[in-house]
């Protein structure tokens, strides 16, 4: 699996995004930078086997086994840079 976080103005301030999902707003590009780095390094950050059930879109649950290892690969883009 691999994430990008996006880095853009947003709402009066600058965020960082997730798919659809934004950040809360920063007071200046620099912070929300640094927060989407941060963001990206804690996805790196392994864990214990777990359990875990999800509702998808069509109503149905699913329960799987998770690698606590198994982490995506993630990077940030400066979309203000483009």
């Known amino acids: 699996m691999?994430?990008?976080y996006h880095v853009h103005?947003?709402?009066g301030?600058?965020?960082y995004k997730l798919g659809d999902v934004w950040s809360e707003?920063?007071?200046s590009h620099d912070a929300a930078l640094r927060a989407a780095r941060e963001a990206a390094k804690r996805q790196q950050i392994g864990g214990e086997d777990a359990q875990i059930s999800y509702?998808?879109?069509d109503g149905t649950w699913?329960?799987?086994s998770v690698r606590g290892s198994d982490r995506p690969e993630v990077d940030v883009e400066d979309d203000a840079k483009s």
Request: aromatic share 12%; no cysteine; hydrophobic share 30%.
């Open 13 to 15: 301030g600058w965020a």
């Open 9 to 11: 103005a947003h709402d």
């Open 55 to 57: 509702e998808t879109s």
């Open 62 to 64: 699913h329960q799987e």
């Open 2 to 4: 691999h994430l990008t």
């Open 25 to 27: 707003k920063f007071p």
